[in-house]
């Protein structure tokens, strides 16, 4: 979900989606997404689903990596694809641009990331780092 500094008053309140403009009227029309107070946020059902895929895939692709004896040293086949079925659900999600946890770039074209889950001060932290060594840094000027 966005964070709360990011919302409207309105999609906090529940009475707009937190991923779209949608405005979501009272009963069934969204789908609460915890909260208390004045802090009520909710989704519309496409972007409930659409989020949940992405999130789904997520973990998916974490769980495999952490059991599978060969993907630490280089994804399988299988890691490979649910590692694509991540990113394209992560795309249909509007997530924003990939970038490695450690190294903080963006992945090349056809280089291969892998799920790097972590627990935050408060929240799980769901990030990825680059699949082999995060490629060396061009040296900064001056």
């Known amino acids: 979900m966005p964070a709360g500094s990011a919302l409207t008053a ?25 909260g208390t107070g004045g802090w009520r946020p ?31 040293l280089r994804p399988c086949d299988h890691g490979q694809a649910l590692g694509a079925e991540h990113l394209a659900a992560r795309e249909r999600a509007g997530a924003p641009e990939l970038v490695c946890a450690h ?6 074209p056809g280089e291969q990331m892998r799920p790097h889950l972590w627990q935050g001060l408060s929240v799980p932290v769901f990030s ?8 060396a840094r061009a040296p900064h000027p001056g």
């Open 10 to 34: 309105e999609q906090r309140a529940g009475a707009v989606c937190v991923w779209c403009p949608r405005v979501l009227d009272g009963g069934d029309a969204g789908m609460d997404l915890g």
């Open 103 to 108: 190294c903080r770039t963006a992945p090349a």
């Open 128 to 135: 990825y780092l680059h699949a082999r060594p995060c490629p």
């Open 42 to 72: 909710r989704a519309c059902p496409p972007c409930y689903e659409v989020q949940s895929r992405a999130l789904a895939s997520y973990l998916d692709w974490h769980e495999h990596g952490i059991t599978c004896p060969h993907c630490p």
